[in-house]
């Protein structure tokens, strides 16, 4: 059974960076195509971020720039960089292995002054 664990989500002021972390466990992690979703209050949940298991990420362009995503297969985790945060960014963020069809639990980011 495949396990995802997020973390490093938090309280963050305007303009400041978080690095989140979804730590795998459960199945051949390099074999495994990941992302990273946020889901804002009110809003459906949107991928932001992907990253094959041959290491290609892919950020969707209203982040790009901001965000990036790698991962690192000898700990089996997959990373989320965010920098410049906004109160935009506020939202559960939550870490999907595509090949398994699974979801962690999800960490709360909270950008506000």
């Known amino acids: 059974q495949v396990q995802l664990v997020e973390s490093g989500g938090g309280l963050v002021q305007p303009g400041g960076s978080l690095r989140l972390s979804c730590a795998a466990s459960?199945?051949?992690?390099?074999?495994?195509?990941m992302g990273w979703y946020r889901q804002a209050p009110g809003k459906q949940r949107e991928v932001v971020a992907t990253i094959t298991s041959t290491n290609v990420p892919t950020v969707v362009a209203s982040v790009k720039g901001r965000f990036s995503i790698s991962r690192d297969n000898a700990k089996n985790t997959v990373y989320l960089q965010i920098n410049r945060l906004s109160p935009a960014d506020t939202a559960v963020y939550y870490c999907?292995?595509?090949?398994?069809?699974?979801w962690g639990q999800g960490t709360q980011v909270t950008v506000s002054s």
């Open positions: 999907h292995d595509f090949t398994h069809s699974s």
């Open positions: 459960g199945s051949i992690f390099s074999t495994t195509d």
